[in-house]
């Protein structure tokens, strides 16, 4: 099962001009929990399906409140820099969508 099938948003915001963050969020804490325990987004993942060092990967954080998981890296161009084509980074986020997750 891909993450795009158990998760109720999928999305990619600016955190800043030179940070770019995910969110995921999930519809029941079933199937939150068992995101969080198969680790699934960790920053291994993160910097593989971005192309980065890991060390641009700056933070994946489970949010229990919001059944959400939220990971954060650096730009790899700043917004609105020559050569950067989403000022906004709200277009980032498709790679996520076929992480494979076991439920």
């Known amino acids: 099962m891909?993450?795009?099938?158990?998760?109720?948003?999928?999305?990619?915001?600016?955190?800043g001009p030179y940070e770019l963050?995910?969110?995921?969020v999930f519809n029941d804490k079933e199937t939150y929990e068992k995101a969080i325990s198969q680790n699934i987004i960790n920053p291994a993942?993160?910097?593989?399906?971005?192309?980065?060092?890991?060390s641009d990967v700056?933070?994946?954080?489970?949010f229990?409140?919001?059944l959400a998981i939220k990971a954060?890296?650096?730009r790899?161009?700043?917004?609105?820099?020559?050569?950067?084509?989403?000022v906004y980074g709200a277009q980032q986020h498709a790679p996520l969508m076929d992480v494979q997750i076991n439920l």
Do not use: M, Q
């Open 2 to 15: 891909k993450l795009k099938d158990v998760a109720v948003v999928i999305r990619s915001k600016n955190a």
């Open 21 to 24: 963050t995910f969110d995921i």
């Open 45 to 54: 993942t993160i910097a593989s399906l971005y192309s980065l060092s890991p």
């Open 58 to 62: 700056i933070d994946v954080i489970g």
């Open 64 to 66: 229990p409140a919001a």
């Open 72 to 74: 954060t890296i650096v």
């Open 76 to 86: 790899p161009i700043g917004s609105g820099n020559l050569g950067e084509r989403d």
